[in-house]
């Protein structure tokens, strides 16, 4: 049994159908990318996850159903890392890192903050400073240092890499996996499916709001229509 | 003459604070004037003189304050239920918002016309003397009350928004409310908070006028243009903003008074915001600046 079950997951925007029921496995301890190009529906999958959107059919996690409210899902361990660098501008850095622990009773906030400051070293020279006067990489730093806070079982990162320059999406990719080497199971939304497939160990790829083809990463990679597709190269 | 007009004035700012940050801590939160406040005022000015008067023996006037925030509390969150919840729900325009508060203070007030007329009732005499002199200024026992209970509530709302957990909550949710959501924080908590804090604010405000001015169906609306100027001047939204204005109109309302009138003092708040408007409309704190009801 994998840790997150979704089966013939819909969901609906007016009467636009965005998902036509899909079926995904999300294994512990493994990261799993979901690529697809804009408006395939890879964000609303996330965003069903995270009960931010109405959706039918089943998600279980751990072999129970997952609540549908957006609290009781973050309360479970379901953190999701929005698109767009969403910090909290206006308040400060620790301010920020402490909402990502919102969900929890608190007794291990410092060790928690002192956790990500050593993760994060640029965080902490800049913790009192607003986040809304971070650059773009700093606050996708602040943004998942915020997820890990909420001690995830399962870590959603909605295109982490999205407007970042080269060398921070690199550095983002690293911190993804080093999240996988602390255990925490990853689901990877991307639009840059060359280094998602790299680092991932399952993918499924998403057209149309239909999954079309799911495998290993390194299968993908080497999947000539895959190539053709998304990666840039012609077979 | 200045230092009394001066302690005059903080006393009548503080009160002002309380009904500024009333309507600001909704918009915060919100992002709608809340003009339900006004009404509430009223209603809870009555609740305080008629548990004031038929309570035996006559209770201390804190024990009113606390009974009258309590009716507060419970009648703000009343109204966000049959009114604000059904809005929320259809996801209707803020002009809904702002046309049903207003509606709502209208209605209150005029069913308290009804039922009281708008004859002013007197509160019982709260204090044996009711000034007393420090070096030469003389002080009015019932303005020093006021300054203190409201110095001692903005205190404690600061602290609780700017140090507890409830309190970042709610300053995320006003922020960015989707975001605040995968925090795992509980908007619908948030907003009862909310309209909870605005009706203890509400209760102590009703109260503390109701004893400076007496008690009259109109004086939560009067009072609560003086507030909405202030948390205008101070930034709509921002609690310290707010603050500062309404200390600020206070003061310069009983200088304005002593030297022009009062018939005139109505004229100065208002060229005073217009002021504001076109020097600083972004407000004293500068943030919120887009969004005015």
């Keep these: 049994m994998s840790l997150l079950e979704i089966r013939g997951l819909k969901v609906s925007y007016g009467y636009v159908e965005a ?21 395939a529906g890879k964000s609303t999958t996330i965003k069903a996850i995270s ?95 915020r997820g890990l806070m909420a001690h995830p079982k399962i870590l959603m990162l909605d295109e ?3 407007g970042l320059a080269p060398i921070v999406v690199n550095e983002v990719f690293r911190i993804i996996e080093s999240i996988k080497g602390a255990g ?19 993918a499924y790829v998403l057209e149309n709001g239909h999954i079309v083809k799911e495998g290993t990463g390194s299968s993908l990679l080497s999947d000539p229509a895959i190539a053709a597709a998304y990666l840039g190269k012609r077979e | 003459m200045f230092l009394q007009l001066l302690f005059n004035g903080i006393s ?3 009160v002002y604070a309380l009904i500024a940050v009333g309507f600001a801590i909704v918009f915060s939160v919100l992002k709608f ?30 024990v009113t304050i606390l009974f009258t925030s309590l009716c507060g509390i419970v009648m703000s969150l009343f109204l966000d239920r049959i009114v604000y919840a059904s809005i929320r ?70 602290f609780l928004i700017d140090k507890t957990k409830v309190g970042l909550a709610m300053r995320a949710v006003s922020i960015d409310p989707e975001t605040s959501k995968l925090m795992g924080i509980n908007s619908n908590f948030i907003i009862l908070m909310t309209f909870s804090l605005a009706g203890i604010l509400a209760g102590v405000s009703g109260v503390l006028l109701g004893c ?27 609690l310290g903003g707010a603050i500062a204005a309404a200390f600020l109109l206070g003061i310069i309302e009983m200088f304005w008074t002593y030297v022009m009138g009062s018939l005139s003092t109505p004229v100065m708040t208002f060229v005073v915001m217009l002021l504001f408007l076109f020097i600083r409309p972004q407000g004293i704190s500068g943030r919120f600046a887009k969004e005015k009801v």
């Design chain 2, 89 to 158: 729900r259809n996801k209707s325009p803020k002009n809904y918002y702002f046309l049903s508060s207003l509606t709502i203070s209208i209605i209150i007030t005029a069913i308290l016309n009804v039922f009281f007329s708008k004859n002013p009732l007197a509160y019982p005499m709260l204090f044996s003397s009711t000034t007393f002199n420090v070096g030469n200024i003389r002080i009015s026992r019932m303005d020093t009350m006021i300054l203190i209970v409201s110095v001692v509530l903005l205190v404690l709302l600061i």
């Design chain 1, 19 to 39: 998902l036509h029921g899909i079926d995904m496995d999300i294994e512990e301890g493994r990261v799993t990318a979901l690529i697809g190009s804009n408006g």
């Design chain 2, 12 to 14: 009548l700012g503080a």
């Design chain 1, 51 to 145: 009960g931010m959107i109405r959706h039918s059919g089943s998600i279980t996690f751990s072999g129970k159903e997952l609540p549908s409210s957006s609290n009781k899902v973050v309360k479970a361990g379901i953190i999701q890392i929005p698109e767009g660098r969403r910090v909290f501008a206006g308040l400060s850095v620790e301010e920020n890192l402490k909402l990502g622990a919102y969900s929890l009773d608190g007794k291990t906030i410092k060790e928690d903050l002192e956790r990500q400051y050593e993760l994060f070293p640029r965080l902490r020279e800049r913790s009192s400073q607003d986040a809304g006067t971070l650059s773009g990489g700093e606050q996708q730093m602040l943004v998942i240092a």
């Design chain 2, 33 to 62: 004037s809340n003009f339900a406040h006004g009404g509430m005022i009223s209603i809870c000015a009555y609740i305080g003189f008629f548990f004031q008067k038929t309570v035996k023996p006559t209770p201390p006037i804190w």
């Design chain 1, 160 to 162: 982490p890499s999205l």
């Design chain 2, 212 to 238: 400076k001015y007496g008690v009259f169906p109109d004086l939560g609306q009067s009072m609560m243009i003086k507030g909405f100027i202030a948390s205008v001047i101070g930034g709509l939204g921002s």
């Design chain 1, 184 to 202: 925490t199971t990853v689901l990877l939304v991307e639009q840059n499916a060359n280094t998602s497939l790299k680092i991932s160990d399952y």
